[in-house]
């Protein structure tokens, strides 16, 4: 590549993470404005998708409060100016001294617990700490019952450093409408705040009610008495996002780019370099009205190839397109490239330490780094 | 910690990779022990498992032959002194002057292509540079067919540039005894002999014969003709692996150290820190006889808790573990260590940075680096 020359995507080795700055900024702003109909309403981001500051400083302007899922994040983004951070995987008493390292050096990150032994540790522990109970609101999968007496024991430990309570309606992710969201959301909401008013009326300021999930943050149509919504893969969208309604299918900032590999026309299958370590093996639209295998493919400027095109089986570093339409080999030579949207942009993005940013073009305008691992 | 303390499986950040060196050593063996009852096969051991120098410089000693799947790859192990190297991943024009670099720096990395086009290019670079072509004896992935008229036309256009022939059995993982093994293993054998025999009275001398996968490198009855095979996953192993008979289940020699997050013993469920992250997607063992969700829970020494107790949902950071005998509450506090035997290691290893390396017991007496990405 001649260096006086942009970098474009027909440069970059494969396979690798491509963002597009436009759509990422499209679907900043209509989470912004779905919050904004809530008077009051807080959005904390979820960073657990992106993984990066640069993404960052868009979503969470101004070093508002944000959302992480390890500590490797709370750590990366403390030092990155982002101090008010809620850590909201159940936390453990080994993971309590290096939460509050980050605390001591200037950061806010306060944990979550659903359990009475690891409230005690929170209590005791002697340096800056504050805890939200998590409290289970029908997804069965941690916190509290929203109904159970052991939340007003884990609050009384807790006692001062009692900063409030946290729910995530995954379960939201099952729905099929925005009539399912919305009625998933009212239900958070009512569970959620009938705990909050029990602890209220035993003394507890509970500050923060933290309820979300993209699904829910955007189509809730009533959030009065939640402080705030938590929400992280609507900035990028994916293929199972856009089944169940959370944006539209042309508003998936995230895409890897891959190279074809292997042709096979008599069997309309190609190769590409962008196997299951690069796609991730999430199968999440499985369950979804369509079924889009590993990926859907795109052609370099992000239209879907005839089709749909699917990568249908995924090696380690191969991934099979199938289509059900012929596919067009003419203009897929080896090394020719094309670009896969994710089923589940979460765990896609993990697979790389980096994002090559576009902005609705093929010009690489930015090379942005993720925190992975832990 | 004490720093005067040697470090342990209690003391790790979790989740983690914990890789045991006397099971990982028991595995290289037996490989070895297999191949060596065929006279003059060579094993060329596949590094996409384990990505790791350390590990190499057991499976692969004194620099010998590797196989690699990705241009880091390629570029770590050449740098660490391995010389011969197959990159066996179907080769793209764009990736050849990154090959050819290295070999212009000494090394000895061999590309694989299955393309008239490709063998054009590779015949033209004006670097050094050797290919296999690549043969499709089954498996129906990439590689010309076995008895395709192409196959002539590559080695034609590859002229003094080639190296030899490559197959992989891949579909052996379908099968389900030794038998379905050694059987394929000989369909792989009389298939890529044909065409080596086809292509030596044209004139082709075809130094290299490669073959395998590690079930049919542990389990061939006949190796006359193949002069090296390639296996990877046998160096860890895993469930699935131990479900098709590569190995047996105490042969295991990579798990995820997970902490106890969540607790619900009235669902008889527990919840831990390895999610989908840290122990992949991958499903693999939905076709094998056994279905252990996204893994095997076991004890700190790496024993089967009753059940078997598998992670049977997997969130980003939640893994919930489901078992058909009671699990053992009373010594599992939130922050109890488990560990996570893998379904797929290949994909579990490439979640994570580094190894922690045991020998059979808790002390961790080694941190060992991996090359992940491209």
């Known amino acids: 590549m001649d260096a006086a ?9 494969t396979p690798c993470l491509v963002l597009d700055l436009g759509i990422l900024k499209r679907n900043l702003a209509a989470m912004q404005a779905a919050v904004a109909k809530h ?4 959005l904390r981001p979820h960073l657990k998708t992106a993984k990066s500051r640069e993404v960052a400083r ?3 302007p101004d070093f508002g409060p944000i959302t992480v899922s390890t500590l490797a994040e709370a750590r990366y983004f403390a030092e990155g100016g982002w101090r008010d951070q809620v850590y909201a995987v159940g936390i453990t008493p080994q993971k309590l001294d290096a939460v509050v390292a980050l605390n001591a050096a200037g950061a806010d990150v306060k944990v979550i617990t659903d359990d009475l032994d690891v409230a005690r540790t929170i209590a005791a522990h002697p340096g800056p700490l504050a805890g939200l109970i998590e409290v289970d609101v029908g997804e069965a999968r941690g916190g509290v019952g929203h109904d159970s007496p052991v939340l007003a024991e884990i609050a009384g430990v807790l006692g001062k450093r009692l900063a409030g309570l946290l729910s995530h309606s995954g379960h939201s992710y099952a729905g099929r409408s925005l009539d399912d969201m919305a009625r998933i959301a009212e239900e958070e909401r009512s569970r959620i705040l009938a705990a909050a008013d029990r602890l209220r009326a035993a003394g507890h300021a509970l500050p923060i009610v933290s309820a979300g999930s993209s699904p829910t943050s955007l189509h809730a149509r009533a959030m009065q008495g939640i402080t705030e919504t938590r929400a992280g893969v609507y ?6 996002q856009a089944e169940i309604g959370t944006h539209a299918m042309e508003d998936i900032a995230v895409t890897v780019l891959a190279s074809v590999i292997g042709r096979r026309p008599e069997r309309n299958t190609l190769l590409l370099d962008s196997g299951a370590l690069a796609l991730s093996k999430d199968r999440s639209t499985e369950a979804a009205p369509i079924d889009y295998g590993f990926g859907l493919v795109l052609d370099l400027d992000g239209r879907p190839l005839p089709g749909p095109a699917i990568v249908k089986r995924a090696y380690q570093e191969h991934g099979e397109v199938q289509s059900t339409a012929p596919l067009p080999f003419a203009q897929l030579p080896i090394g020719g490239r094309l670009r896969v949207a994710p089923n589940h942009t979460c765990l896609t993005a993990a697979a790389h330490d980096r994002y090559h940013v576009v902005d609705g073009g093929r010009e690489v305008i930015a090379t942005w780094d993720r925190v992975n691992h832990w």
């Open 5 to 13: 020359q942009p970098m474009t995507l027909d440069d970059l080795p």
């Open 39 to 42: 008077p009051g309403l807080v």
């Open 58 to 60: 868009l979503a969470a």
């Open 235 to 240: 900035m990028f969208g994916d293929l199972f």
